[in-house]
């Protein structure tokens, strides 16, 4: 079956401009994770979504950071007034709950001029 | 917060080698689980294993946990050269992993 998919795959943006980056999880698949990995932090959580709700946003760096997810199903990641720390690769995954095993996608690469 | 770390952190083996690769972590958690990544994108989930569980087997993988010392096992037996790779551990407790840092393993043919 299909695996967990993200777009778009690169992003090249300038400092300050807002990005949206997209993930459609697994089908079926009530728990949603967004994941970073930048070379001088490693792999950061950001936020988890059960459903449509997200109970824990902890993660998140900034107030520059929101993320939504409709319909239990796509959920969105954005980023305003980008910038240069912002880059990196965000990774979505998704898990039939919690407690299991979760399925990455292949990420997103932010470059921030 | 929890915080897997890997050691050692690279390692270059010959093929048909056993690779082990070992992580600790600072808290209780629920499961510990391995990852491998390949040229830096996507993560494939390798193993995972449950806080009641002491070891666990997978193919040419098999991870130990020592819940009393907070440290986890990974060994690779017969290792080949598609086992090129970042290997990291990460620990599942509150609704999150924490990942270390990761291993390097080079297979060379």
């Known amino acids: 079956g299909a695996g967990v998919s993200q777009s778009p795959s690169n992003k090249v943006t300038e400092k300050g401009k807002d990005v949206e980056l997209r993930c459609d999880p697994i089908?079926?698949?009530?728990?949603l994770y967004w994941y970073r990995q930048s070379l001088g932090q490693g792999l950061e959580f950001l936020i988890y979504f059960q459903g449509n709700s997200a109970p824990d946003k902890s993660g998140l760096p900034s107030d520059r950071f929101s993320a939504e997810r409709t319909g239990g199903s796509v959920s969105t990641l954005t980023i305003q007034r980008t910038q240069q720390e912002d880059s990196a690769v965000y990774l979505c995954?998704?898990?039939?709950?919690?407690?299991?095993?979760?399925?990455f996608g292949p990420g997103t690469r932010l470059t921030v001029l | 917060s929890q915080q897997g770390e890997e050691d050692p952190q690279a390692l270059s083996i010959q093929e048909g080698e056993n690779a082990t690769m070992n992580c600790s972590y600072k808290t209780s958690i629920n499961n510990l689980q391995w990852y491998r990544q390949n040229s830096g994108r996507g993560l494939v989930h390798l193993i995972l294993?449950?806080?009641?569980?002491r070891e666990k087997h997978s193919g040419r993988l098999r991870v130990t946990l020592d819940t009393s010392k907070k440290s986890s096992s990974l060994l690779i037996t017969a290792s080949r050269a598609a086992d090129t790779a970042s290997y990291f551990c990460?620990?599942?407790?509150?609704?999150?992993?924490?990942f270390g840092k990761g291993n390097q393993v080079v297979v060379i043919p």
């Open positions: 995954a998704s898990s039939p709950s919690t407690l299991y095993e979760q399925f």
């Open positions: 089908s079926g698949h009530t728990a």
């Open positions: 990460a620990t599942e407790g509150n609704n999150r992993l924490a």
């Open positions: 294993i449950r806080s009641n569980e």
